[in-house]
């Protein structure tokens, strides 16, 4: 009597089990390093929009722009406040603002609230008050503010007094 073997094609069970376990790990890593990603570049954009901020204050000043608010007054400069910490004037968290001052008299322009996530840090902050002056072209209130998100990553955004402004 002859025993005749057919050839089966196919995978078997095992084959099937290893291929899915290796997809499955590999899209597991790829999505973990996809929200880390996402989450430095939340930092990244919130602090490159402070500094905008920053920069945009320090442009009004140079140029003058003041709004019609301040109608005759003449133009001291522009301010932008860093709130929530504890050496803040003033009380939203994780926000900051825009002020003109125009003959003495501070009118606020403009609240920023920074992405989900991302937070000022009282340690390394030390300024939360920046003060673009017209007449000196500099910056009273110069100093660092250090923004924190995307676990233990931090960026620090720096002020000089003659008004360079800088992040890293």
Known sequence: MT???????????????????IIGILSTVSI???????????????????????????AR??????????STAPLNGYEVRVCGLSSSTCAPENTYEL??????????????????????????????????????GGVSGQGNVVFSGAGQRMKTVTVTNNGAISFQ
Do not use: W
């Open 3 to 21: 025993v005749k073997h057919t050839m089966q094609r196919g995978f078997s069970l095992i084959e099937l089990l290893v291929v899915f376990s």
């Open 99 to 136: 002020y003109v001052s125009c003959g003495g008299t501070k009118q606020f322009v403009a609240s920023h609230e920074l992405s989900n996530g991302v937070t000022t840090v009282q340690d390394g902050t030390t300024s939360t008050v920046f003060f673009f002056q017209v007449l000196t």
């Open 61 to 70: 000043t140079q140029s003058q722009v003041k709004p019609s608010s301040c």
């Open 32 to 58: 973990a390093g996809f929200s880390e990603y996402n989450r430095d570049r939340q930092l990244t954009s919130a602090t490159a929009e402070f500094v905008s901020v920053l920069q945009q204050a320090k």
